[in-house]
């Protein structure tokens, strides 16, 4: 049977068992989330004997240095596994403002201790002061604004959004490692229809990417529907209501989940060309693909992001 080595700690395990439940089960603090290779919160330095799921899921530098995804590798023979530290690998921020956008979502804007190069649509890994790490896509615009915004879908009982609840200014947070997500905004789209469509706090990536088009003068018809539970839900109504006015290729529609079935039926395909971003939960992407799908949006013009719930 293989032999798990963390630190002065040994342990027994199974042949073919899944690395980070082997770690769980015998109590050790790894964060995780998705537990689907997208979140990258249980990275981990491995040496030794394991087959990795998903070796493209980490860069050819970041597996050199032995970077793997717990979540993602079965044990295959002796391993020395080394956490990730926040306090030495994290970037250091500070909490630049908290405020409610909405009953639920939660704005956190954080300022990093250097510099951060991102791009809209991008998402961070961070990290609190109880060692909780969960990804979060960036709201905000590179170059542009001065922090780095994250908006926080506080349900109750999620552990780091209860944390989030009691953070002030100036308090320290980690931030981790910085992915791209399937969501971005390219120059060369300015002529072409682009659609967002976005469920909940999936409207964070969007709104930067939004802004993003718009900075770059963006020609062709853009559309943004923003799906909530109930009107509520709308936590950035009135800003984008405010680009709207102010931009005539700009429509934005703000239907609730009673008028989903209708506003996703009232999709009509003008151009082949459509460029469509989504990005929320599994269940609201689905219905999203399905109807652009059947309205004749190719596969390859459809760029998603999916919230995976924490298994």
């Known amino acids: 049977m293989p032999e798990l080595r963390l630190g002065d700690r040994s342990l027994v395990a199974e042949s073919g068992s899944n690395l980070l439940d082997t ?84 704005r956190l804007r954080l300022l990093p201790e250097r510099p951060l190069r991102y791009a809209a649509g991008q998402h961070l890994l961070l990290w609190n002061a109880q060692g909780l790490a969960r990804p979060y896509s960036l709201a905000s615009l590179p170059g542009e604004d001065t922090w780095l915004e994250f908006h926080l879908d506080c349900l109750p009982g999620g552990a780091f959004s209860e944390s989030a609840r009691c953070l002030q200014p100036g308090d320290p947070l980690r931030l981790g490692e910085l992915r791209g997500g399937a969501l971005h905004y390219d120059p060369t789209w300015s002529e072409r229809p682009l659609w967002l469509l976005a469920a909940g706090t999936g409207l964070a990536p969007l709104w930067g990417i939004l802004r993003e088009a718009l900075r770059q003068h963006h020609q062709g018809p853009i559309k943004v529907i923003h799906l909530a539970d109930d009107p509520v839900g709308h936590y950035l109504a009135q800003p984008l209501l405010a680009l709207a006015a102010a931009h005539s290729q700009l429509n934005v529609q703000l239907p609730t989940a009673a008028d989903q079935a209708s506003v996703l039926a009232g999709l009509r395909l003008v151009s082949r060309q459509t460029l469509s971003l989504l990005c929320g939960s599994p269940a609201s992407v689905d219905a999203f693909a399905r109807r652009l799908f059947l309205i004749g949006v190719p596969r390859n013009q459809v760029l998603a992001d999916v919230f995976l719930p924490r298994a």
């Open 23 to 106: 770690l769980l089960a015998a109590g050790v603090a790894l964060p995780y989330s998705c537990r689907a290779g997208s979140c990258h919160a249980c990275m981990v330095r491995c040496q030794g004997a394991l087959e990795d799921a998903q070796p493209d899921a980490l860069s050819p530098a970041q597996r050199e240095q032995g970077w793997r995804l717990a979540c993602q590798c079965r044990l295959q023979g002796d391993l020395a596994v080394e956490l990730f530290d926040p306090g030495r690998d994290g970037l250091p921020a500070r909490v630049q403002s908290v405020d409610w956008l909405s009953e639920r979502v939660l």
